[in-house]
DNA sequence: AACAATAGTTAGAATTATTCCAATTTAGAC
DNA sequence: GTCTAAATTGGAATAATTCTAACTATTGTT
């Protein structure tokens, strides 16, 4: 048989450069994404999948999607499912999340700069809020 | 007996103010976010709370929070937990979450933009990835 | 070609964060 | 003080995700 999706040649690619297998599960699965590029949830794409193959469990849906997560090829967009956190700073401004310690930490965000960023959305568009979350690791305390 | 907690007037008036009451439990979730300021999740704040009211539920806390959000008085940090999502395009971009209909979409971000937001970071910092996420209502589709 | 070693998939159980619900308690209005 | 609505409580329910152990497929080796 042929290549049983579209695009599976950059997923080949991909994979085999991380040392990872090609299978029918992961084509289908990134071939969900870029079908329909709508920002699936993980049920979504596992509702989809199955149409093509039936036999494809949720567990394998979720394997998929951080396999392609850990390729580059895919981005999660609320990023890791950790609880929800609060905070009593109302002031506008955007958070660091150090992924060696787990803490999160204020940044300032300058009045000037807040309203560069709302204004790059296109018309009729309007945000109640914006949520602005830097990800990286800090150096060890001095 | 006087106030329990330190902030209650701040409280009490923005309470007072959404027609709400002021409870022991609130006001002590509320000085929970105050005293300590690292982004608790609600099962920390529960901990803490219970040290000083040791019968208040989880239950409770959730509701109190939710609250608070409700009041402008705390904000959310991980917004609404839904399902993650999954997006296969790579090239930096921000979302707009359109709270009418759940959908998510792209929305293009200036390389000036991108580099001026990575520049808020103090010294020290380093970002592996930036996440927007704009929240709003879209106006009835044309 | 057979065969081990490894990687991937599967179903279902387990976990975790959160919400819901029905019953009880509390606070403010009269 | 009593009534009514709001708030709290404990426990059950839900939903997303992860884990586990068994099975299957693929690769490299002989």
Redesign the pocket.
């Known amino acids: 048989m042929s290549t049983p999706t579209i695009h599976s040649d950059a997923l080949a690619q991909k ?1 085999a450069d991380s ?8 084509e289908l699965v990134y071939d969900a994404l870029l079908t329909k590029r709508d920002h699936p ?3 979504e794409v596992y509702a989809r999948v199955k149409t093509q ?1 039936p ?10 999607l ?2 392609l997560v850990q390729c580059n090829l895919v981005r999660v967009v ?1 990023f ?6 609060y905070c009593p700073h109302l002031h506008p401004h955007a958070h660091f999340h150090d992924e060696s310690t787990g803490a999160t930490h204020d940044i300032e965000l300058p009045d000037q700069l807040l309203a560069a960023i709302k204004a790059v959305l296109p018309s009729g568009y309007s945000a109640d809020a914006v949520e602005i979350t830097f990800r990286g690791k800090l150096p060890s305390p001095r």
Chains 1, 2 share one sequence.
């Open positions: 994979l040392g990872l297998r090609n299978t029918p599960q992961r949830t993980a049920d193959l036999g494809i469990s949720l567990a394998t849906v979720y394997n998929c951080e396999t609320n890791e499912r950790a609880p929800t956190r």
